[in-house]
């Protein structure tokens, strides 16, 4: 999956818990997004990056945080899980400069009871 | 932004080629077309793209109408490792001032190859 990791592949929490999904790329490309995703919607942006501490927001922002710190490492936060976040949660790299081509990682279940 | 719009979903023998319209009537010149799918529960995979000429590469073949406002995705000998949902996207004809784009997915199509 072009390098890119994502931890944990499952995870299971409680409503009010603060959780936060990593992302990994060994590919040095510059984007970085992390998407959602549910029955009926499809696919959602969430947050993206640009670069080193560099971020913005998606369509689908409010409730959630994110950092990246390294190159390598883009980190999705949920400060306190509520259970419209349950979802299947992918994070996709893109190199950019002409290249506009996502790769997608294997994914994140969370499930907030 | 463009919107594009998909069938549910459809069915095609494997072997046969399977044909995956998508209607984008609002695409602007210089708004790319884009394909992924997605099999089972893996994340989105990159199939091919192409703004106004026809595309053929190893996987799949894109024909983009003259007007550009509805495009077919082509397999031409499906097999049932592609059964998938595959999604038709168009990227944003401007850049954010980040300098990337925000893709936008729809729900797609559900293709089943059926043996």
């Known amino acids: 999956d072009a390098g890119i990791t994502q931890s944990p592949r499952h995870k299971v929490t409680e409503t009010g818990t603060p959780v936060t999904l990593r992302c990994h790329q060994t590919?040095?490309?510059?984007?970085m997004y992390w998407y959602r995703q549910d029955p009926g919607h499809g696919l959602r942006l969430i947050h993206y990056s640009y670069g080193v501490k560099d971020t913005d927001k998606g369509e689908v922002s409010d409730g959630y945080s994110v950092s990246r710190s390294k190159t390598e490492d883009f980190l999705l936060t949920l400060e306190s899980a509520t259970s419209s976040q349950t979802s299947v949660y992918f994070c996709a790299i893109s190199p950019g400069q002409g290249n506009e081509k996502l790769f997608f990682g294997s994914g994140t279940q969370l499930s907030v009871l | 932004d463009a919107k594009t719009t998909q069938p549910t979903s459809m069915d095609c023998a494997e072997g046969r080629a399977a044909n995956l319209p998508c209607n984008h009537s609002t695409i602007s010149g210089n708004e790319y077309v884009y394909w992924y799918r997605q099999i089972h529960s893996q994340g989105p995979q990159y199939i091919i793209h192409?703004?106004?000429n026809n595309e053929t590469n190893e996987m799949a073949s894109l024909i983009i109408t003259e007007d550009r406002k509805s495009s077919t995705l082509i397999l031409p000998h499906a097999t049932l490792r592609d059964t998938a949902v595959y999604y038709c996207i168009v990227r944003p004809g401007l850049r954010t001032t980040s300098g990337t784009y925000k893709y936008i997915f729809g729900t797609g199509t559900r293709l089943k190859v059926l043996a």
């Open positions: 192409g703004l106004k």
């Open positions: 590919e040095n490309h510059r984007y």
